[in-house]
């Protein structure tokens, strides 16, 4: 027989291949794989190593971009435009940094890859598989990401739970890199969940055993078992879980539910998980180079007054659909000493009357998120209306910005019926506020084709958006389609919105605010994709602030 050919081992000098860290999940999705891997990276940078996260997703699409986010959660866009899996914004705000579209890679890329690599014949007549063809691919995206960030330390999540059809691929590439590298390179963390039955009042770990059981049937033996339970778990458990698992007992964290997502990184130290990554990976020990996650962990857990944040959105159904900006307006009411009380609001119930838009008084400040579609688009236009004529503190956020133009358009500059063409065809009858720009009529496709990622913007002077940012040029992320009509501008300046925003050439509209109002300001961008829990960003910090004083103002009248 002829043995097979062995990867010889890459080189590991330091800062040039780096250790593995692979996260896989069991039992069921949703259990918090994203935010475990989000943790350790938070643990490993807060000791001084580069660190960079990726995640590999099992769906059959090729980004996130024409997902539903009411049923997939919020997709999140990296700098360089990448639209992505939300687990995403979660490495960016506790490693806090950014990451790139190396981080996020789908079935849908891998599969595109090989096949077009089949077509071009790079296979040399071979027999295309999913070993080695398709687990090479995967294995190529991973070290080219962990390459181009310079990390010492890259993690990866693997999306889905052990045994999905979908991400056996992903499985036994990762399955490899022992192999490949040394499994003293290598650690495989698994995170399972441990169910309580109310009927004897226990914690169950049968699920999480059968969990790992798949797991080992693959060929990964896990290094860390992560048991996430919403109730206490005991030793015994504990014990119980390692001893089928084969892992020894200081190796199985427990990490019940917690008030705060951002508690989970001291959580798992607490338990040891920092020094056990050093043993395990041959790190060193090192301790935290500062306190400064202790002091937020201990601000968010602090009592403070609340503030009351009116969301007026339509996808209630699925909150991860606004988990960036939720986490932003949490931040910016933590560094104000508030705790954030946000007011969900159905913008289709406002529309059909069933809630009445003065409820909104109630309210120290009124958020329209972005969105698409012409669905519940009246009942948010109407609290922005509310908002502006109440005096109550507006935030808009690149389809609430464009709704704000539209209703300063219909109410204040005479053109009852100013639209976008995202809600209806150009009409003569029509005055088309929002349109969508001439390059963008000639797309055809639907995915990757939007104003995407990173783009500068100017801030006028002794505007309000200049006075929060404290900078004459910014940088923010966008995902949309549609853009501020130029046609209109004079017009819609003469009934008092001040566009305070453009990019750096005046030809694209970013932000537009009203001076005579405490705080109405729209941006076209998603500033919370760059808000972080220890620096929150400058324009939500502005609106908190004008809304706590709102409130201020409000009870001093009564």
């Not at 639209?83 to 705000?93: A, F, I, M, P």
């Not at 996650?293 to 009351?308: G, Q, S």
């Not at 004529?389 to 389809?399: A, S, V």
């Not at 001076?515 to 109405?520: S, T």
Request: glycine residues 8%; charged residues 25%; aromatic residues 8%.
């Amino acid at each position: 027989m002829v043995a097979k050919h062995k990867p010889a081992r890459r080189e590991r000098t330091r800062g040039k291949i780096p250790k593995l860290i692979i996260v896989t999940g069991g039992v069921l999705s949703g259990l918090g794989k994203g935010v475990t891997t989000a943790s350790i990276g938070n643990i490993l940078k807060a000791r001084g190593f580069r660190v960079n996260t990726q995640k590999f997703d099992q769906y059959l699409n090729v980004d996130a971009g024409t997902l539903n986010p009411g049923e997939h959660g919020e997709v999140f866009v990296t700098d360089d435009g990448a639209e992505t899996d939300l687990d995403l914004g979660h490495y960016e705000r506790f490693l806090d940094q950014s990451l790139t579209k190396d981080c996020s890679v789908m079935t849908g890329q891998i599969y595109l890859e090989v096949t077009q690599a089949e077509r071009e014949g790079k296979y040399l007549g071979k027999t295309v598989q999913m070993i080695p063809h398709v687990t090479d691919a995967v294995k190529r995206r991973m070290w080219a990401a962990a390459r181009r960030s310079h990390a010492e330390i890259h993690l990866v999540e693997v999306g889905g739970t052990v045994g999905d059809y979908e991400g056996a691929h992903f499985l036994e590439a990762v399955r490899q890199l022992a192999a490949d590298d040394g499994k003293e390179n290598v650690l495989y963390v698994h995170v399972a969940f441990l169910p309580y039955l109310a009927a004897s009042d226990e914690i169950k770990t049968k699920p999480a055993q059968n969990s790992v059981r798949d797991l080992r049937a693959i060929g990964i033996q896990p290094d860390v078992i992560i048991a996430r339970a919403d109730h206490p778990i005991s030793k015994s458990q504990l014990e119980k879980l390692s001893l089928y698992a084969n892992v020894d007992v200081a190796s199985v964290i427990p990490v019940p539910t917690v008030g705060s997502m951002y508690e989970v990184p001291l959580h798992m130290e607490a338990h040891g998980l920092d020094r056990i990554i050093a043993q395990k990976l041959g790190l060193g020990f090192r301790p935290r180079n500062d306190r400064i996650w202790h002091r937020l962990v201990a601000t968010i857990k602090r009592r403070k007054p609340p503030v009351r944040i009116a969301m007026v959105g339509k996808y209630l159904n699925m909150k991860d659909t606004y988990m960036s900006l939720i986490e932003a307006l949490k931040a910016a009411a933590w560094a104000h000493g508030r705790s954030l009380d946000l007011w969900w609001v159905d913008a289709e119930q406002i529309e059909s009357g069933k809630f009445p838009v003065e409820e909104l008084q109630h309210a120290a400040g009124i958020a329209v998120p972005g969105g698409f579609g012409v669905r519940g688009t009246e009942g948010k236009i109407r609290a922005i209306r509310f908002a502006r004529e109440k005096k109550i503190p507006y935030l808009g956020l690149c389809f609430g910005m464009q709704l704000m133009v539209i209703e300063t358009a219909r109410h204040l500059a005479r053109l009852p019926h100013a639209t976008s063409e995202e809600f209806a065809p150009a009409e003569k009858k029509r005055d088309p506020v929002i349109h969508l720009m001439g390059e963008q009529k000639k797309t055809l496709l639907k995915g990757g084709t939007m104003r995407l990622g990173a783009w500068p913007c100017a801030l006028k002077e002794k505007s309000l958006a200049r006075k929060l940012y404290g900078e004459r040029r910014i940088s923010e992320r966008h995902r949309h389609r549609y853009e501020f009509n130029n046609a209109y501008r004079a017009k819609l300046e003469r009934a008092g919105l001040a566009v305070s925003g453009t990019t750096p050439d005046g030809q694209l509209v970013e932000i537009v605010e009203r001076p005579d109002h405490p705080f109405f300001l729209g941006v076209q961008f998603h500033p919370e994709f760059q808000s972080r829990p220890t620096r929150p960003h400058p324009l939500f910090l502005g609106f908190l602030k004008a809304a706590i004083s709102s409130r201020k103002t409000a009870s001093r009248g009564r």
